[in-house]
């Protein structure tokens, strides 16, 4: 009884060495394989070749499908719940937005709503490159690129307004936009740094 445990212990032990000297003899077939056949080489390339582009394509796939489900995702919420357009509203509707947004951020997993919080305050902000600028600032990273992507997908009326004043006239179109969609005497326009 008392040689069974010591016999195992030896197949064990012949095992493992077995299994090492294999990994061995493979390693050092495949490194003479790689340095002295050009075939092997060309094979290999190939195969690094071809996972590099699998792996692309599955990194295109899954960028796909994020930007498809936060469009959804952001569709759906502003159909429920629409930004305020009302000029009187927008303080309230930014504050409250920045705080649910700032709340929502702090707790892990809530990325996608607080981002559409953030990307709700941002629409009503009169000046939202410098907006978006704090926001790369303290937001979390993950938010952040939510936010952009949302800005991407449906970009709100004042960023769609400096996008298109800043490409045809530098930052006096765009001071002058952004005084028009902002609805009053100028408040935040002469702040643009181009």
């Keep these: 009884m008392s040689q069974q445990p ?3 212990a030896r197949i064990l032990a012949v095992t493992g060495l077995t299994a090492t000297v294999a990994i061995a003899g493979y390693a050092a077939y495949f490194d003479y394989q790689r340095r002295n056949n050009p075939d092997f080489r060309k094979s290999l390339k190939r195969k690094l070749k071809k996972h590099a582009e699998e792996e692309k394509q599955a ?3 899954a960028k796909q499908q994020k930007l498809a489900h936060v469009g959804e ?3 759906a919420e502003l159909a429920k719940d629409p930004v305020s357009t009302d000029p009187t509203q927008r303080e309230a509707v930014f504050t409250s937005n920045v705080e649910l947004g700032e709340r929502l951020a702090s707790v892990a997993g809530n990325e996608l709503e607080s981002a559409l919080k953030f990307y709700k305050a941002l629409s009503v902000y009169p000046n ?3 907006l ?3 926001y790369q600032r303290s937001v979390p990273e993950a938010v952040y690129e939510y936010i952009v992507l949302m800005i991407a997908i449906m970009p709100p009326v004042n960023v769609s307004t400096f996008l298109s004043g800043g490409a045809q006239g530098g930052p006096a179109a765009v001071a002058q ?3 028009g969609q902002a609805g009053n005497t ?3 326009v ?3 740094d181009e």
Excluded: C, N, Q, V
């Design 186 to 188: 100028g408040a935040g």
């Design 128 to 130: 939202p490159a410098d």
């Design 6 to 8: 010591g016999s195992i």
């Design 59 to 61: 990194k295109e796939r």
């Design 132 to 134: 978006l600028g704090i």
């Design 73 to 75: 995702y952001l569709t």
């Design 190 to 192: 002469g702040e643009i």
């Design 177 to 179: 936009a952004m005084a």
